[in-house]
């Protein structure tokens, strides 16, 4: 017969590996905090700025000197010029915080729950190892990493627009991860399209993955990019950047009216394309409302807010 002592180490043992699987469980999950106490505060006027525009209000590191562990190993970066890191600050605030805070059914409530405890800025691209470039990563709900932040000027317009559809597609993987969209049902509308893992690619016409020729690949297969048709949860999230920094004009001529198939110079596959868009109106209506209902945001408020922002 065990001894009480015995028994009592082994009840002990048991509860301890309950919470160590149940942290593991949750990790995920976890909403995103940064603990900032005991840290030596700077007196640089540039981390001044960024600690009363983002860590005070938003809790959030807005992290630009280069550090080793907030980059993938198998990756490679530059840092971001010290010049750019304050404009594009201000830009993060003007074209994503304020949008947000006027479409929230919460005000600034929402971001202030939800807003990444890390923005990482960095100079470059990351570049991959097979050739391809990485534009932005969310990790966890934590963390935001945005790139080429050295390409910046204020007149680029294609750099914000580009920038911004990266930090709006992030952004909608947290809200997934904290609101939990019904990926299943978004699924099943383009199910078997979605291409096999490594081949979105693939879709690319000339290099750009931006071309008439490889936005009408995607189009085909019911997405609106080539790359939101490497997973459900990147479609999703692609759909969303797409509808936020897209003038409404544009994105319903370019994935949604129809192509008369009878008119002069329509393409081959028009049949295709004109599927494919009925199969985009569906996701727009799903992501539409999922935004409004379960979220508490007008994601047609944040586009109009974002659009009016950069012009």
């Known amino acids: 017969m065990k001894t009480p002592k015995i028994l009592i180490k082994q009840i002990l043992f048991i ?16 909403q995103p905090t940064t603990i900032f106490e005991g840290e030596a505060e700077s007196t640089d006027p540039l981390d001044i700025f960024l600690k009363k525009e983002f860590r005070d209000p938003y809790g959030c590191d807005v992290i630009y000197k280069f550090v080793d562990r907030y980059i993938d190993p198998t990756k490679s970066a530059v840092p971001p010029r010290r010049e750019v890191v304050q404009p594009i600050a201000e830009l993060i605030k003007q074209a994503w915080i304020e ?4 479409a929230s059914d919460q005000g600034e409530s929402f971001l202030k729950t939800y807003f990444p405890a890390e923005i990482v800025l960095i100079g470059s691209p990351l570049f991959n190892g097979d050739g391809t470039i990485t534009l932005g990563v969310a990790d966890a709900g934590v963390r935001v990493t945005l790139t080429q932040a050295n390409n910046f000027a204020p007149d680029n317009t294609a750099w914000i627009i580009q920038t911004f559809r990266t930090l709006h597609h992030e952004f909608a993987h947290i809200v997934d991860q904290n609101f939990n969209f019904d ?5 099943k509308i383009s199910s078997d399209d ?29 997405m609106v990019t080539p ?38 110079g329509a393409p081959a596959n028009c049949a295709e394309i004109n599927t494919g868009k009925a ?8 992501v539409v409302k999922y935004m409004k209902e379960d ?17």
Request: with cysteine; hydrophobic share 40%; net charge negative.
């Open 99 to 102: 949008p947000y805070n006027k």
């Open 183 to 187: 990926v299943e049902s978004f699924f």
């Open 295 to 311: 979220v508490g945001i007008d994601l047609l408020t944040v586009r109009d807010e974002f659009l009016n922002s950069i012009n």
């Open 194 to 222: 979605y291409t096999s893992q490594g081949t979105w690619t693939t879709l690319i016409a000339g290099g750009d993955e931006n071309s008439a020729a490889s936005i009408n690949n995607a189009i085909v297969r019911g």
């Open 227 to 264: 790359y939101g048709t490497s997973a459900v949860g990147e479609d999703f999230a692609e759909i969303i950047a797409r509808i936020v920094t897209t003038d409404p004009a544009v994105f319903e001529a370019t994935y949604i009216t129809p192509i008369d198939c009878s008119a002069m």
């Open 15 to 30: 509860i301890l590996g309950l919470v160590v699987l149940s942290g593991c469980d949750r990790e995920e999950t976890l």
């Open 279 to 286: 199969r985009i109106k569906q996701k727009y209506d799903a």
